[in-house]
């Protein structure tokens, strides 16, 4: 499954890559985030919630930031594992792009999706996951524009 998209967030760059780069922020808007945690300065741990249907599981794993061009550019990789729901690996590039006062962030990511997840079918997942992103970027958004406290 790929997805590619462009988002315009409502800060400079520097603030955005701060907010890219802030566990805190990022858990508070990454849907059904649990945890997030840096491990390394280059390795987070992640619990998320997934619910598909009347199935529910925790999916644990790791983002590891690789290719790092601060504050332009970074590769994430992440691999989590979700009991009964199998498991599912990625990547995505990120690209921060000035635009005055605002950002132009850039992604294309790729995901591999196994067990469960992949028998309900690339269709289900992907619009589940335009959905899930599309509230991440509207909090992310907030968060970074100042719209939302980041305590």
Same mark, same amino acid.
């Given at each position: 499954?790929?997805?590619?998209?462009?988002?315009?967030?409502?800060?400079?760059?520097?603030?955005?890559w701060?907010g890219l780069?802030d566990?805190?922020i990022?858990?508070?808007? =990454?849907?059904?985030?649990?945890?997030?945690?840096?491990?390394t300065?280059?390795?987070? #741990? !992640?619990?998320?919630?997934?619910k *598909? @249907?009347?199935?529910a599981s925790n999916?644990?794993?790791? =983002?590891t930031?690789?290719n790092v061009?601060a504050?332009?550019?970074?590769r994430?990789? #992440? !691999?989590?594992?979700?009991?009964? *729901? @199998?498991?599912?690996q990625g990547?995505?590039?990120?690209?921060?792009?000035?635009?005055g006062?605002?950002t132009?962030?850039?992604?294309?990511?790729? #995901?591999e999706?196994?067990?469960?997840?992949?028998?309900?079918g690339?269709?289900?997942i992907?619009?589940a996951?335009q959905?899930?992103?599309?509230?991440?970027?509207?909090?992310?958004n907030?968060a970074?524009s100042?719209k939302?406290?980041?305590?």
């Amino acid at each position: 499954m790929d997805v590619t998209g462009e988002e315009r967030i409502k800060a400079p760059r520097d603030r955005v890559w701060a907010g890219l780069n802030d566990a805190a922020i990022l858990q508070r808007c =990454i849907p059904h985030c649990k945890s997030l945690e840096w491990q390394t300065d280059r390795e987070l #741990a !992640a619990v998320i919630r997934i619910k *598909l @249907g009347p199935i529910a599981s925790n999916f644990s794993g790791t =983002i590891t930031l690789s290719n790092v061009n601060a504050p332009a550019s970074y590769r994430l990789s #992440a !691999a989590g594992k979700g009991g009964i *729901l @199998g498991f599912a690996q990625g990547a995505a590039d990120v690209e921060l792009i000035e635009d005055g006062d605002e950002t132009i962030l850039r992604y294309v990511a790729a #995901a591999e999706l196994g067990g469960r997840l992949a028998q309900l079918g690339a269709k289900l997942i992907g619009a589940a996951t335009q959905r899930l992103a599309a509230r991440f970027f509207s909090d992310f958004n907030d968060a970074v524009s100042g719209k939302i406290s980041n305590a």
